[in-house]
């Protein structure tokens, strides 16, 4: 309402709080909504944090990892329940749930990330060659599993995974990275 309407008659110090009344209303109802706007905005970043996958969480660097190497559309780090030392995932940075629904050019990129990894497993694992696998069972969140593999068993999901101490990830992260960085 305003404060004052055409032909009513009012003093000065009834329009002076009339004004000061106003204010105060339109004050008080100003920060009510700040708060509510916060609160959505809170709400809205949580959610957001909530509905992250944790691979998403790794490459934001939120949950530790033993990162091999990252670009601006892949990030590759060691599967903590390896198969074999050295088994590695490779995750593109976007967040798509099934392989397949990934658009064709970061299929590409994909496996041309992937190579000199795979590459660079062969030189310091001792194995036959590097297999691919991907099933997205367990974390909805595209990703290729490089696993060295000396026979088929190696890629048997269903087996007992290995127990790894973490002197025994850092000491195979470290080979791959320094295998990696020493490619031409
Ligand atoms: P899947 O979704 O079936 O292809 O398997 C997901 C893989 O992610 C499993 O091999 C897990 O051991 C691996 N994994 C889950 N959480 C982590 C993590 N925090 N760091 C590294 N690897 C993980």
Redesign the pocket.
Known sequence: MLPYSAGEAFSFQEFCSRILRDFEIARIGGAFLSLWGLALFILFCWGKLMIMT??SK?IKGE?P??KIAENDQFFA???????MPG?T?IVPKVEIDRFFDVPDVFLQNWLAFAKPIARAIEAVVPCDRVGI????????HA?M?LVPINSADDVN?TRP?LKMEPAAFIAVQEKIVEALNSQV
């Open positions: 944790i691979f790794i949950i990892s033993y780090f060691l599967d903590i329940n390896p198969m088994h995932l696998t991907v099933m997205g069972l367990e974390v909805p990703h599993h999901f995974k």
